[in-house]
């Protein structure tokens, strides 16, 4: 997988792609990894990137010109690269839309600045994403989650061939909870099921605790999840013993055990 970066701060990402999965990624060659500065297609002796908005209002726009260039250079570079505007206006991302991403040849990433950029210029990606609901100071944060997650789905890159299946999010359920040692800590017990060697009683107890997890912190997950028999039995296990304690159903308690969309 081919990333490219257009942006006009290309040393923010030295020390991401110096570290961990990323740099593993790099120096095996599952991917690989170009920024484009966009000042070095600025014309003028400032190298001037922003302007002030037609019409007026706060803050600065990113001029057309530079970026169309920088832009170019990035599409030279990684030919097949699917273009992406990193804004607000774009589709949501999610895990399933890593795992859509993670199927291309390359991916090249528009980092704004300021207000963002010249409308001409945002018609000119193949598509916007946006990674929340909330305001970033540039797009260069967002690339480095689209990466990383996109990074995470290649073969190879995280060792382990089962780890990215099992992650949050990837059959619509949050991880299961994690322990490690020492065997008590604080006061706390790590479950007994999970010193006890047996692999499926373990299993077991993980999908008991994914869906314990997700159903307690994210229930709009399970209304887009396929249940198993195992899975609804559990969760309404869960339910009863809910409905127990509060007056009345959980409508999404409900809804998520009987597999309701």
Known sequence: MDFGIVTIFPEIFDSFLSHGIIRRAIADRIITVRAVNVREFAKDRHRTTDDRPYGGGAGMVMKPEPLAGAIAEARRLIPAGRTILLSPQGRPFTQSVAAELATLEGLIFICGRYEGVDERIAACADEAISIGDYVLTGGEPAAMILIDAVTRLLPGALGGEDSAEKDSFSDHLLEYAQYTRP?????????????SGNHALVEDWRLQSSLARTLANRPDLLKDKRLTRREKQI???WCDYIEGLVSGPDSDCAAASSGEK
């Open 235 to 237: 969760l309404k296990q």
């Open 183 to 195: 065997p008590v800590f604080a006061g706390e017990d790590v479950p007994e099921v999970l010193l």
